[in-house]
């Protein structure tokens, strides 16, 4: 998962003309709803006032560690993510029609923090997709809370537009889906799927041609669907984002899948071990279930 490609210059906002800065609602005239089903992303400028950004600012300098040894994540207090859980609710009945994004839960709250190691090259998030299966009503909502420079150390995406126009094939076989890593060599970008092993497909191009780069101070919102790739812009500054999990636990779920392995599915679990065996407890005896119910089974929630 380290950053370890050289970066080509990112494209902002302004040199792509694609309306990704924080006035891409009034350039565009676009709704959040439409947006995130056409594109798979949209900013919400200032969707924190600074007193909450300065409460997660202070909660992440003396706040705990997720216990998970692919990464270093800061936990959220769960107190204060409740605080903000109103304001995502409208969010979400905002862009629920527009988008046919269905969200029934909001999870709790995780810190990236470059200065803990952060550094992430071209993927499609792994973990969420080993437990959900799908990131069909999925969403991350990703909010810098210690932010030094705008335009630096954000997430650059693929949009899914961009993508859909350049290689329809392959992201029909990638939309909603998930574990997927990408790597530019010799004139190819390799796009890997880390659930079952093996490759999803190339591009004769290099992946980072489609990229955008939502520039975000603190407190404004980049709602990001599943299965948009992503990767850290740069580590040049220290910066904080509170991540926010929601998706809908309705969605069912099966041993076949959670059974499913490869190696880099394997160093996910050996790392994270205590969660994947809680939920390998309750595949045992399901073949398949709710998420709800599976959360319910493995934690008592
Ligand atoms: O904060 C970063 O640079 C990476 C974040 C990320 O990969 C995520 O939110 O899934
Ligand atoms: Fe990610």
Redesign the pocket.
């Known amino acids: 998962m380290s950053n370890n490609q050289p970066h080509k210059a990112v494209l902002t906002s302004a040199q792509s003309g694609k309306g990704t800065d924080r006035h891409a609602d009034s350039t565009t005239d676009e709704s959040a709803a439409t947006q995130i089903k056409r594109r798979g992303f949209t900013v919400i400028p200032g969707f924190l006032d600074a007193q909450a950004v300065a409460g997660f600012a202070e909660n992440y300098r003396d706040g705990g560690t997720l216990d998970n040894r692919m990464y270093s994540l800061g936990m959220a207090d769960a107190n204060k993510v409740e605080a903000i859980k109103p304001a995502i609710r409208e969010l979400l009945d905002k862009i629920r029609e527009g988008s046919g994004i269905d969200i029934n839960f909001i999870g709790s709250g995780v810190f990236?923090a470059t200065e803990r190691g952060?550094d992430?090259s071209w993927h499609q998030?792994h973990e969420s997709f080993f437990m959900h299966q799908t990131h069909r009503n999925y969403l991350?909502l990703?909010i810098p809370v210690i932010k030094p420079v705008r335009e630096k150390t954000n997430?650059s995406i693929i949009p899914a537009d961009n993508f859909a126009k350049r290689s329809p094939v392959l992201w029909a076989k990638l939309e909603d889906g998930g574990a997927s890593g990408a790597a530019f060599r010799e004139g190819r970008t390799t796009i890997t799927d880390d659930c079952h092993g093996g490759v999803h497909g190339t591009l004769d191009y290099d992946i980072e041609e489609l990229s955008e780069t939502p520039e975000l101070a603190a407190g404004d919102a980049l709602l990001l669907r599943g299965d948009i790739f992503?990767r850290?812009q740069d580590t040049q500054t220290s910066r904080v984002?509170l991540?926010i999990r929601m998706f809908n636990d309705v969605q069912t779920v099966t041993r076949r899948h959670f059974e499913q392995s490869c190696p880099v599915k394997n160093a996910f679990m050996e790392r994270n071990s205590a969660m994947y065996e809680r939920i390998g407890r309750v595949f045992a005896d399901h073949e398949s279930l709710t998420f709800r119910q599976l959360m319910t089974y493995a934690y008592g929630v």
Do not use: G, V, W
């Open positions: 990236f952060i992430f998030d991350n990703y997430l992503h850290t984002a991540s």
